[in-house]
C-alpha cells in the first residue's frame, strides 16, 4: 500500500478586492478639483459573474462633481455632497471575470471645501454571485 498524504479541498470561490489611488502627490486645493481611482478585482481562483458594488463614502467638505468608469452605473446623481455614499454597480456574465483580472477603474473627480484631512473608504461586495467571496475584508 501507499499514500499521497492526503489533500484538503477548498470550495470554489472568486475573492474581490479593492484599491484605491488618491491625489499624487496627496495634496489637493480647496476648491480645486481632484480626481481618484477605485478598482475592483477577483483574486481569484475562479472567474466570477454576478453583480459586483463598489460603495466609495465621500468624506465630509467633499463634494463628487464627476463619475467615469467603463460598464459602471453610479448613483445617486451628482453632483454629491459628503457625508454620503457614492455606490457603483456593474453586471458581470458570460464567461465571467477571470482570476487575477481587474474591471475598468471608476475615476471619481471632486471638490474640497475645507482645508484639512478628508479620508474615505471605499468596499467591494457582490449579489448574485456564481461563488462566495471567502475574503470579504479586502
Do not use: M, Y
Request: proline share 9%; glycine share 10%; net charge neutral.
Amino acid at each position: 500500500t501507499a499514500t499521497d498524504g492526503g489533500v484538503t479541498l477548498l470550495p470554489q470561490t472568486a475573492d474581490l478586492s479593492i484599491t484605491k489611488t488618491g491625489p499624487n502627490p496627496a495634496l489637493a486645493v480647496v476648491n480645486v478639483p481632484f480626481t481618484w481611482t477605485v478598482t475592483a478585482r477577483n483574486e481569484g481562483p475562479r472567474a466570477f459573474t454576478g453583480t459586483v458594488i463598489v460603495t466609495d463614502t465621500v468624506p465630509e467638505h467633499v463634494t463628487i462633481t464627476a463619475v467615469s468608469g467603463s460598464g459602471w452605473s453610479c448613483a445617486p446623481a451628482l453632483p454629491l455632497a459628503g457625508p454620503a455614499p457614492l455606490t457603483c454597480t456593474r453586471v458581470q456574465g458570460g464567461a465571467g471575470l477571470g482570476a487575477g483580472a481587474a474591471w475598468s477603474a471608476i475615476q471619481l473627480t471632486a471638490v474640497a471645501a475645507q482645508a484639512g484631512i478628508h479620508r474615505n473608504v471605499a468596499t467591494v461586495r457582490a449579489t448574485g454571485a456564481n461563488f462566495p467571496d471567502q475574503n470579504p475584508a479586502n
